[in-house]
Nanobody
Framework: QDQLVESGGGLVQAGGSLRLSCTTS????????MGWFRQAPGKEREFVAG????????AYAASLKGRFTVSRDYAKNTVYLQMTSLKPEETAVYYC?????????????????WGQGTQVTVSS
């Protein structure tokens, strides 16, 4: 079964931190790149961060300014997104995605598999 399962979302105060997890299974396990996206109500889905399984190469949206960190754990088939100094405008559903290519794409259409999303709400 091809699955991406996110967890770790929730409610946090502005300035706080959260760590999201994404566990892969099935064909998604053999994907080369994992990405994190987010979508706020009424807005388009936007790229947050990505990581390549093979060598751990990462990429981030320029707006994050070093506040988020993406990492991987081979043994657990899991990718993480550590988020710090969260802002209310970052309230969104956060999605994990997998891509069958070695390049870390920043466009949602370039990804082949998607998780169901996890809600992150940042209160002011």
């Amino acid at each position: 079964q091809d699955q991406l399962v996110e967890s770790g979302g929730g409610l946090v105060q502005a300035g706080g931190s959260l760590r999201l997890s994404c566990t892969t299974s099935g064909r998604t396990f053999r994907s080369h790149v994992m990405g994190w996206f987010r979508q706020a109500p009424g807005k388009e889905r936007e790229f947050v961060a990505g990581i390549r399984w093979r060598d751990g190469t990462t990429a981030y949206a320029a707006s994050l300014k070093g506040r988020f960190t993406v990492s991987r754990d081979y043994a657990k088939n899991t990718v993480y997104l550590q988020m710090t100094s969260l802002k209310p405008e970052e309230t969104a559903v956060y999605y994990c995605a997998a891509r069958n290519d070695y390049a870390i794409a920043q466009v949602a259409d370039e990804y082949d598999y998607w998780g169901q999303g996890t809600q992150v709400t940042v209160s002011s």
